[in-house]
């Protein structure tokens, strides 16, 4: 079964870089047939799509986003990381990592599965 | 950008009573549009894609409809387990985006 957990700090400080990573158990980020994408959930509000990367390296972006984030893939350790540069308050939320199917019948291109979520705070 | 806005913002119901979630895109998505429900400290589950399609092991009480612009979530007899904030997503156009959410409580 496909467990998809997300890991790194806590807290950052406003102007810095919000690095997470999420480690992929019972699947492969190396398969053809899904892409592995981020979304967001600041206290109080909805569900923000990030983007996602294929194993490949194609990457796909919230234009919102574009010009702060990226994602990466290490296929040797199965796992796919985020990284959000130049951080504000607005940044604070819980960071959901996902699995997006991309050639399976079922559920194509939407988020099938996902992570339990982590806080990052943005604090001085 | 999609805007997906959906209604009600909260949904006071009983358990054995039947729900009629909304939501409604600022153009058409086609049925490129999928429910997910979400529980506190818990990660969104996906119930229904393409419109109308179950995910799979989702409970034969969630059934979605609709197309171009306006679409259903109904589940059909509340079990209490079904109280949680429900949301609409759309992949029809870039950026993929969510509606505000729904959120049903116990009434």
């Known amino acids: 079964q496909l467990q998809l957990q997300e890991s790194g700090p806590g807290l950052v400080k406003p102007s810095e870089t919000l690095s997470l990573t999420c480690s992929v158990s019972?699947?492969?980020?190396?398969?053809?047939?899904?892409?592995w994408g981020w979304i967001r959930q600041p206290p109080g509000k909805g569900l923000e799509w990030i983007g996602h990367?294929?194993?490949?390296?194609?990457?796909y972006f919230s234009p919102s986003l574009k010009s702060r984030v990226s994602i990466s893939v290490d296929t040797s350790k199965n796992r796919f990381s985020l990284n959000l540069n130049s951080v504000t308050a607005a940044d604070t939320a819980v960071y959901y990592c996902?699995?997006?199917?991309?050639?399976?019948?079922?559920?194509?291109?939407?988020?099938?599965?996902w992570g339990q979520g982590t806080l990052v705070t943005v604090s001085s | 950008e999609i805007v997906l806005t959906q209604s009600p913002a909260t949904l006071s119901l009983s358990p054995g009573e039947r729900a009629t979630l909304s939501c409604r895109a600022s153009?058409?998505?086609?049925?490129?549009l999928a429910w997910y429900q979400h529980k506190p400290g818990q990660s969104p589950r996906l119930l229904i894609y393409?419109?109308?399609n179950r995910a799979t092991g989702i409970p034969a009480r969630f059934s979605g409809s609709g197309s171009v612009t306006n679409f259903t979530l109904t589940i059909s007899t509340l079990q209490p387990e079904d109280f949680a904030v429900y949301y609409c997503?759309?992949?029809?156009?870039?950026?993929?985006?969510f509606g505000q959410g729904t959120k049903m409580e116990v009434k």
């Open positions: 996902t699995r997006i199917p991309k050639t399976t019948v079922e559920a194509k291109y939407y988020f099938d599965s």
């Open positions: 019972g699947g492969s980020v190396s398969s053809s047939d899904y892409f």
């Open positions: 990367i294929y194993y490949s390296g194609h990457t």
């Open positions: 153009e058409s998505i086609t049925n490129y």
């Open positions: 393409d419109a109308s």
């Open positions: 997503q759309q992949r029809s156009h870039w950026p993929w985006t």
